[in-house]
């Protein structure tokens, strides 16, 4: 049997870089469900479209991008890469916050684009490169004002070390080659982790990294 296509809605007001999106992602072989120019036509279309993945522009007519991200992106519905103009750490920390899987700033290639459609909705959190660093800096001042982070469910370096190599996007391939350890090794790590913080998936290790920004 045939595998199935992934389900992508576009949502952006411009309508020729609406339209360039969708066509790069069919011929791409993704199936476009539906397209939307504003926020509220995004959320009237989404229930009945029933995307896979959601690529949102942030900057849309009310509701805005992360409004529309934090009523799509639940329990059950579909994931959200952000293909935004801005690159700036505010929108990235707000988008991620609402429940963003993504975030791809518009200046990215038409290859990125689709490896980014495909590994979000496989569950794996992808970010143009350095958003995820900046991020990350900023919640690492913010524990620092805080005071110490709560030692329960302590990690050890090592899986201290594949965590912040998820937040920023790896694959356990990718993070087994660069720290020349076999790809189970790698993957039963990220399962302690998982274990030791309560969590379920790579998406919901990648928002506690930034949350709780860990070294």
């Known amino acids: 049997m045939a595998e199935q296509a992934v389900r992508v809605m576009v949502v952006d007001d411009h309508p020729m870089w609406r339209d360039a999106v969708e066509r790069d992602l069919a011929a791409a072989g993704f199936e476009v469900v539906a397209v939307a120019a504003t926020g509220r036509e995004a959320l009237a279309r989404c229930p009945a479209a029933r995307p896979d993945v959601v690529v949102l522009d942030l900057q849309i007519p009310e509701p805005n991008g992360v409004e529309v991200t934090r009523a799509v992106a639940v329990e059950g519905g579909p994931r959200v890469l952000i293909l935004s103009a801005s690159g700036e750490q505010a929108d990235v920390l707000e988008a991620v916050k609402a429940g963003a899987t993504g975030y791809l700033v518009k200046s990215a290639s038409r290859a990125e684009l689709i490896d980014a459609?495909?590994?979000v909705a496989a569950g794996e959190a992808v970010y143009t490169a350095g958003l995820a660093g900046l991020v990350l800096g900023e919640f690492r001042r913010i524990e620092a004002a805080d005071g110490p982070p709560d030692e329960e469910n302590v990690l050890t370096p090592r899986e201290t070390e594949i965590l912040r190599m998820v937040a920023k996007g790896l694959?356990?391939?990718?993070?087994?080659?660069?720290?020349?350890?076999?790809?189970?090794?790698?993957?039963?790590?990220?399962?302690?982790?998982?274990r030791k913080l309560q969590l379920h998936n790579r998406v919901e290790l990648t928002r506690y990294a930034i949350e709780k920004g860990l070294e």
């Not at 076999?182 to 990220?190: E, G, K, P, W």
Request: proline content about 0%; cysteine-free; hydrophobic content about 30%.
């Open 171 to 194: 694959s356990s391939t990718q993070i087994a080659e660069r720290l020349v350890l076999s790809h189970r090794t790698v993957q039963n790590h990220t399962q302690n982790t998982l």
């Open 117 to 119: 459609v495909g590994k």
